[in-house]
């Protein structure tokens, strides 16, 4: 083992912070509660990397959950954004910077018409399923086991991430009513799928689902099975909701969508949409999205959507979205995924490295993952000793089995290089 860095400053923080914000944290996964040790409070990033605040150098494979599909700081995401709060952090009137992104996003998203902005992937998720039950006049809300969708609490209902981190069934305060209208299914299971339409003829406003759920880690969906949603929800008049919040914009410029060749009636979006700013979205066809106030009775709002300054960064980060940063992200995780399984191969550690383009993840397990029971089923413990083996070797992965690892076009042949090889030397401790 490398002598462990100092981290009495991020130490100090997490006590004062304990004492002020529930956990010391602002979203759950950060307290690193399912792997041990004291959370890094960061001080700034730069490219592929992250430092703390005790001034430990990382190899960032979170980037924000996602965002950061640039790395840290790219000067061309840095200029729009400065230029923007140069000129006005937020008018809560329309902005020129808002039609162009709706129509960056309609130019690469297949089923998207139409775009509305909003702040949060909870908040896109949650209005494009009133959307869908404004416009079907149907209740029910179909919803697979792990995969997540945000906290808002219709969907909060075996969900994934912090969720499935912390082994929460399901959150107090969120009533009966509220999930009343919320059905859950074993992901990649049709006849789940197929027994819930039977016991909700004409019931069924939506099927919601990651396309590729990667808040479960990776489970990606068997061969068919997205095509199999896209018959069942049109032969029955359902929607069909791509939540793209993770996958959108990552694993293809268009998403699922474009790379399954499924093409659903709603897409949420989120994290690489708005440049590592708070800024998410939801669109689909223009009948659809014609329901929504202030054209249709569907009513969705929001003081700060469509953030200038959040919209100018999300522009400046798509704009640089193009086939050669998709190959080169593809590279990438291609290097980091040979040598990763390569490595727990030789030492004899049963794990798999499930993926779709460059959205990954480790589980450890010698059994096929297919979906949540099979996530959970993986050696989690295990993982929090690769995860803690990692960061003292100053490589910066989920601090949780049930997330996925994310790399950025910073990320240099040579700093995934490095990281295999500090992988090598964590999975001699995982036999032990
Ligand atoms: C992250 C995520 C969300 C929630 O987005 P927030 O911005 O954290 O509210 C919703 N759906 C999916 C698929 C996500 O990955």
Not at 141 to 166: E, I, M, N, Q, R
Not at 247 to 276: I, M, Q, T, Y
Not at 361 to 371: A, C, I, W
Request: proline share 6%; aromatic share 8%.
């Amino acid at each position: 083992m490398p002598s462990m860095p100092t981290t009495r400053a991020s130490q100090d923080l997490y006590a004062r912070a304990r004492r002020v914000i529930p956990g010391g944290v602002n979203s759950p996964v950060r307290a690193f509660g399912s792997v041990g040790g004291t959370p890094r409070f960061m001080v700034h990033g730069e490219g592929a990397h992250l430092v703390d605040a005790d001034g430990n150098r990382y190899l960032d494979y979170v980037m924000s959950w996602g965002p950061l599909i640039l790395g840290h700081c790219h000067p061309e995401v840095v200029a729009a954004a400065k230029d923007a709060i140069d000129r006005g952090s937020s008018y809560g009137a329309p902005t020129a910077g808002e039609v162009e992104l709706a129509e960056t996003i309609r130019d690469a998203v297949p089923a998207v018409e139409m775009v509305r902005c909003v702040s949060s992937g909870t908040e896109a998720a949650m209005s494009a399923i009133r959307l869908a039950r404004g416009a079907t006049g149907r209740d029910t809300l179909v919803k697979f086991g792990g995969h997540y969708h945000g906290h808002s609490d219709a969907l909060l209902v075996d969900a994934g991430s912090g969720v499935a981190t912390f082994g929460l069934p399901n959150s107090p305060g969120v009533t009966r009513g509220a999930t009343a209208d919320t059905v859950v299914v074993p992901w990649n299971d049709r006849t789940a799928v197929e027994a819930a339409f039977r016991a909700h003829p004409d019931g069924i406003a939506v099927v919601a689902c990651e396309p590729v759920p990667a808040n479960m880690g990776v489970v990606p969906a068997e061969a068919g099975f997205l095509e199999f949603l896209r018959e069942i929800t049109a032969a029955n008049g359902a929607l069909l909701l791509f939540d793209e919040v993770m996958s959108g914009f990552r694993v293809a410029r268009g998403g699922a969508g474009e790379h399954s060749g499924v093409v659903p009636d709603l897409v949420a979006l989120g994290k690489v949409v708005g440049g590592g700013y708070p800024l998410a979205a939801f669109g689909g066809s223009a009948d659809v999205m014609r329901q929504l106030a202030p054209e249709g009775p569907v009513y969705q709002a929001g003081t700060l959507s469509g953030n200038p300054v959040a919209v100018a960064a999300g522009l400046a980060q798509l704009r640089l979205l193009d086939d050669a940063a998709y190959k080169g992200l593809a590279d990438r995780a291609d290097q980091l995924i040979e040598g990763l399984q390569g490595v727990f191969d030789a030492a004899g550690v049963p794990a798999a490295v499930p993926r779709v383009a460059s959205l990954f993840s480790v589980f450890f397990t010698g059994e096929p993952v297919r979906d949540y029971a099979g996530a959970r089923a993986a050696d989690h413990g295990r993982y929090a000793r690769f995860f803690n083996g990692m960061l003292a070797r100053g490589h910066y992965l989920p601090p949780s089995g049930y997330e996925a690892l994310f790399v950025s076009l910073a990320h240099t042949p040579e700093d995934i290089a490095s990281t295999v090889a500090a992988a090598h030397e964590v999975a001699r401790d995982l036999v032990a």
